[in-house]
């Protein structure tokens, strides 16, 4: 098992894609985890999904090799957490479904427990509100897949406690993510910039000044980005893109988040990205 100054025991609330993707960067770090979920269908596919996402990560240098996988117990029991050392909440990124989880986890761990959640855009102080204990409350906006990507955005709110934040820290370090702290505001900063990006990349499809491959292209070339932005949102999920420019839109009140027609036709007709298949661009095999 990795060696980790504290012995962690990490609870997953939310078997989507990013959930099972925390899931599985916890579990090929030696750590157990709790994957929690409602949806016992979802449960099903995830407990073979971690152990297939952590040989991919160990293939990709994002999951050490030759760990002792961490024990993984799937439930659809909020109470089955109360023993974890911190949670990560990965619900859809609604506020009042995201509140409502917090609200219920923060009454069955123990006080001081740190709580992340993983939203990609709602205010964490605006989340925390929900909770039992504000102050165990913070952000952790993990990129996707979250077992190849280091890099973690944590946001500290205007009530998260010095001890949870730490606790938190810890947690992203025993993983070997390198947490990045900003402060709370709609978007923090990955998403403030990244979603206006996409938004405007897919009105400029939209309006017929270039092909989703070249925006890609140029910001490649041009610009050293290792990926474009409409390559970007088809990983994202486009679903997942018009939600979040929608909770950008409305707290800001910057009318440059509301979504590109294009955006919120493509999910109309079932076009999320790699996980359909076909997004801004088409992706062979199984969509995963």
């Not at 293939?59 to 996988?69: D, E, I, K, V």
């Amino acid at each position: 098992m990795t060696s980790t100054a504290f012995a962690h025991r990490l609870a997953v609330v939310g078997a989507g894609t990013m959930g099972t993707g925390i899931a599985a960067l916890a579990v090929g770090h030696g750590i157990p985890t709790v994957l929690i979920d409602i949806d016992e269908a979802q449960l099903d596919r995830a407990r073979s999904e971690v152990f297939r996402l952590t040989r991919l990560g160990q293939m990709m240098g994002g999951l050490p090799r030759g760990a002792q996988a961490g024990e993984l117990v799937t439930t659809g029991l909020v109470g089955d957490l109360a023993e974890a050392t911190a949670v990560v909440e990965c619900v859809t990124e609604r506020a009042d479904l995201k509140a409502e989880v917090l609200a219920e986890v923060t009454k069955v761990v123990a006080p001081g427990t740190p709580v992340l959640s993983n939203t990609s855009g709602i205010p964490v102080d605006e989340l925390a509100e929900a909770a039992a204990r504000p102050a165990d409350v913070l952000g952790a906006h993990f990129m996707n897949p979250p077992y190849i990507i280091r890099a973690v955005e944590v946001i500290r709110g205007r009530r998260t406690s010095p001890t949870a934040l730490e606790r938190g820290l810890d947690l992203l370090t025993s993983v070997t993510r390198e947490p990045i702290v900003v402060g709370d505001a709609p978007g923090f900063v990955i998403n403030r910039i990244l979603q206006w990006s996409i938004n405007r990349a897919a009105h400029l499809v939209e309006e017929g000044v270039s092909t989703p491959a070249d925006v890609d292209a140029l910001f490649v070339g041009c610009l050293g980005h290792r990926t474009g932005p409409l390559a970007t949102a088809d990983l994202i999920g486009l679903d997942n893109v018009v939600d979040s420019l929608w909770v950008l839109q409305e707290r800001t009140g910057d009318a440059g988040y509301q979504p590109a027609e294009l955006l919120q036709r493509m999910v109309r007709e079932g076009k999320l990205g790699r996980k359909s298949g076909q997004g801004f661009f088409e992706y062979g095999g199984t969509p995963s």
